[in-house]
């Protein structure tokens, strides 16, 4: 099966510009999560999407961070404007369902760097 | 909150030794945990998933176990290769998400 999809692989932009990431799960996973990596760290959770509503989005930096879900399939992730602690690895992943008894299946992601 | 610990950071081994990677975490509410590899400037791959019922799982020269009630799992690796050199990541299924280590960076000289 395919897996997760994401796109681009990679992304420099000076601070204060816009940046967008999109993310193609699994075929029939409702479950989409968007994490962040910041170098030397583990992934940390930014937004989570049931089909396409938002369940947990409590750490996402609301006042630059935007995400979507629109038709319960594909998402985007957007940071406007970007400062330089964006710079991380940004994570799709997608499950069959929520987190019970599933298997997480993650993209290669999307490295930005922020200057 | 999850708390997920990592230990050791880094690890190198001549090849062929065997190792044992550590997890810990501090929530044994969990539904299941997830032990990933991530190869430098990838994604996330998924190497073993045990549920909260089992005790261990394995794949080829890999074998995880999960103690919930202690809050530990290890990563069993056999017969180490050049080619298990990557970070490895655990994910402990909590609630409606996944918490992560920030992982064990391993080194196998040939």
């Known amino acids: 099966e395919a897996g997760v999809a994401q796109s681009p692989r990679y992304k420099i932009i000076e601070k204060r510009q816009s940046v967008a990431f999109w993310c193609n799960p699994i075929?029939?996973?409702?479950?989409l999560y968007w994490y962040q990596q910041i170098l030397g760290q583990g992934p940390k959770l930014l937004i989570q999407?049931?089909?396409?509503?938002?369940?947990?989005d409590s750490q996402l930096p609301k006042d630059r961070f935007s995400a979507e879900r629109l038709k319960g399939v594909d998402s985007t992730l957007k940071i406007q404007p970007a400062k330089l602690e964006d710079s991380a690895v940004y994570l799709c992943?997608?499950?069959?369902?929520?987190?019970?008894?599933?298997?997480?299946?993650f993209g290669q992601g999307t490295r930005l760097t922020v200057v | 909150k999850q708390e997920v610990t990592q230990i050791p950071a880094a690890l190198s081994v001549p090849e062929g030794e065997n190792l044992v990677l550590n997890c810990s975490f501090t929530?044994?509410?969990?539904?299941?945990l997830q032990w990933f590899r991530q190869d430098p400037g990838k994604g996330l791959t998924s190497l073993l998933l045990?549920?909260?019922?089992?005790r261990e799982q394995t794949s080829g020269r890999l074998n995880a176990s999960l103690d919930k009630s202690s809050g530990r799992s290890t990563l069993y690796i056999a017969a180490s290769q050049p080619g298990d050199s990557a970070t490895y990541l655990c994910?402990?299924?909590?609630?409606?998400?996944?918490?992560f280590g920030t992982g064990t960076s391993l080194t196998v000289i040939p």
């Open positions: 999407f049931q089909n396409n509503g938002v369940v947990d």
């Open positions: 929530d044994s509410a969990i539904y299941n």
């Open positions: 045990i549920q909260s019922s089992q």
């Open positions: 992943a997608s499950t069959i369902s929520p987190v019970r008894n599933t298997e997480a299946f």
């Open positions: 994910a402990v299924g909590t609630g409606n998400q996944f918490y």
């Open positions: 075929s029939g996973h409702a479950t």
